[in-house]
């Protein structure tokens, strides 16, 4: 079973940026679609955003528009989140998956192809 890892978490102040990655150790993700989830304490796993595998679709969970950004570098076999003017309720863990696609309803249970791998917290300070 695939897991994919994410890495890049930290502790910021409000207002600041992170950048996560998404790495594939034992298969390639330019031929796949990837989300970001994250999970605050106590709460359900949350859709995030989602990226095609050619870079022409993503959609965004609406607490995130116009502050995150997703993108993909194949060659590198990575996908990215870019976290700007991070709020405290961004604090959980991050998680990255590969999806069946890419498409509004992204974060329905059964779009998930993959079980939640290696998170990374993002923590973020008032």
Request: charged residues 20%; hydrophobic residues 35%.
């Amino acid at each position: 079973e695939v897991q994919l890892q994410a890495s890049g978490g930290g502790l910021v102040q409000a207002g600041g940026s992170l950048r996560l990655s998404c790495a594939a150790t034992d298969s390639t993700l330019d031929d796949r679609v990837v989300g970001w989830f994250r999970q605050a304490p106590g709460k359900e796993h949350e859709g995030v955003s989602c990226i095609s595998t050619n870079v022409h679709r993503t959609n965004y969970a609406d607490a995130v528009k116009g502050r995150f950004t997703i993108s993909r570098d194949n060659a590198k076999n990575t996908v990215f989140l870019h976290m700007n003017s991070l709020k405290p309720e961004d604090t959980a863990v991050y998680y990255c998956v590969r999806l069946f696609s890419c498409d509004p309803d992204f974060d329905v249970r059964t779009n998930i192809l993959d079980a939640w791998g290696q998170g990374t917290l993002v923590t973020v300070s008032s």
